[in-house]
């Protein structure tokens, strides 16, 4: 619940530089790289079985229009994974490249919700978090497969603007589909990014224009 009201007090903020805002463009393209956190989602106690880690996250846009973009994004954390068995939770943590592909719409110049799918390539070792007994291959996590899938749900905020480069705020649920029954391999993700524009369509008009 506290998340929930630091976000909402991060976008509500952002009223006050409207002026600033990004504007969306047919041929626009932008990169936002920052550091993440990740929390996977646990709904039972104990609390402290689903803490944060951190991260790196890089995402690229390609506008269509005004109203909405293509999205590929790259990232690389530790996740966790979780399975509750009768005889008590089992979690392990991995290093996985997250990678997306989908489309992100604009509601205003400042505010965009976006859907991806995504593919989870878990890496390096696994390391056992925590069991109440022994580990078997039966109670394994999807941390030991070698990809999985599922759905990315965004929604990013324009914190501050400059001429070519803007803070950008990107908080995100990742839905897992493929993962194990009893299993739990959601995840929130918050993203704190620097968006930069690599190629201005403005820009490329006036060139244009002062060529003829």
């Known amino acids: 619940m506290n998340l929930i009201k630091n976000f909402s007090f991060l976008f509500v903020i952002l009223f006050s530089s409207l002026a600033y805002t990004y504007s969306p463009s047919k041929g626009q393209i932008t990169a936002t790289f920052g550091p993440c956190l990740v929390q996977p989602y646990w709904p039972y106690p104990p609390g402290d ?39 008590g939770p089992i979690s392990e943590k991995t290093e996985v490249l997250h990678i997306t592909m989908g489309y992100r719409h604009w509601l205003a110049n400042f505010i965009s919700v976006s859907a991806s799918l995504y593919t989870d390539y878990p890496h390096g070792e696994v390391q056992l978090q ?25 929604a990013q905020a324009e914190l501050t603007r400059w001429s070519t480069s803007s803070l950008i705020l990107d908080a995100r649920y990742s839905r897992a589909l493929t993962k194990k029954a009893n299993e739990f391999a959601d995840n929130y993700n918050m993203m704190i990014g620097l968006k930069y524009i690599i190629q201005d369509t403005t820009k490329v008009s006036q060139n244009r224009q002062e060529a003829l």
Do not use: C, F, M
Request: proline share 3%; no cysteine; charged share 10%.
């Open 130 to 154: 925590h069991a109440q007994s022994n580990p078997t291959a039966s109670t394994e996590t999807s941390a030991h497969r070698n990809v999985n899938y599922g759905i990315d749900l965004s």
């Open 49 to 87: 079985l689903a803490p944060w880690s951190g991260g790196v996250s890089l995402i690229v846009n390609g506008d269509l229009n005004a109203q909405g973009s293509l999205e590929i994004g790259l990232a690389n954390y530790h996740k966790l994974y979780l399975i509750n068995l009768d005889d």
